[in-house]
């Protein structure tokens, strides 16, 4: 039988602790993702796979906010942040530094994420969209690769946290295999 864990099993690792620790090559930025819960909900997963920064652009809520540190749980004091005004601009500059743009969107020529290939010494940032918008289109002509996930519902997305939070896995899975 199995026996679920309690608190203290679950207990990992301090905030200075996990601040010292190695980031993958991956960071998150949320184009104009406006719920409080959404983006807490981003930093949080954010921890879990050891994104090394989240940019939240545009209208995205920065902490501290409560509705952030309802749904992060603290981690928007263990995830490095940052807040920008431009998304656009903020990918312009981000590719020009030779990191490789993903955009998580539903698109043309779009690949599945499960195709989705890690490069070994590539640095990527996963851009994520405005929960009724999507991603900005001129941020979706400036990517290296735009990943969906494959739905078979009658609902045509999911939630911005949601898809993050398969996203994030999947690529992070990708780049430590990489």
Same mark, same amino acid.
Do not use: K, W
């Given at each position: 039988m199995m026996k679920k864990k309690n608190i203290v099993e679950l207990t990992r690792c301090t905030v200075e602790e996990y601040s010292a620790m190695r980031k993958l090559p991956l960071s998150l930025l949320a184009d104009n993702v406006r719920s409080m819960h959404n983006? #807490? *909900? %981003? +930093?949080?997963? &954010?921890?879990? /796979? +050891?994104?090394?920064?989240? @940019? %939240? #652009?545009? @209208? &995205?809520?920065?902490?501290?906010?409560?509705e952030i540190s309802k749904s992060a749980l603290g981690a928007e004091k263990s995830v490095a942040w940052r807040h920008v005004d431009d998304a656009v601009a903020e990918t312009a500059r981000l590719r020009g530094e030779g990191r490789k743009i993903c955009v998580?969107?539903? $698109?043309?020529? &779009? @690949?599945? +994420? *499960?195709? /989705?290939? $890690?490069? $070994?010494?590539? &640095?990527?940032? +996963?851009?994520?969209?405005?929960?009724? $918008? #999507?991603? !900005?289109?001129? @941020?979706? !002509?400036?990517?290296?690769?735009v990943l969906e996930i494959p739905q078979w519902g009658t609902k045509h997305s999911l939630n911005v946290s949601v898809s993050s939070g398969i996203a994030l896995y999947e690529m992070a899975m990708r780049i430590m295999q990489g």
């Open positions: 983006v #807490g *909900s %981003l +930093l949080r997963t &954010s921890d879990a /796979f +050891l994104v090394e920064e989240v @940019i %939240l #652009g545009g @209208i &995205s809520g920065c902490p501290p906010h409560p998580l969107e539903q $698109a043309h020529g &779009s @690949i599945p +994420l *499960s195709e /989705f290939r $890690a490069e $070994a010494g590539e &640095s990527y940032v +996963l851009v994520v969209g405005n929960e009724v $918008a #999507g991603v !900005d289109q001129r @941020i979706v !002509d400036m990517a290296d690769v």
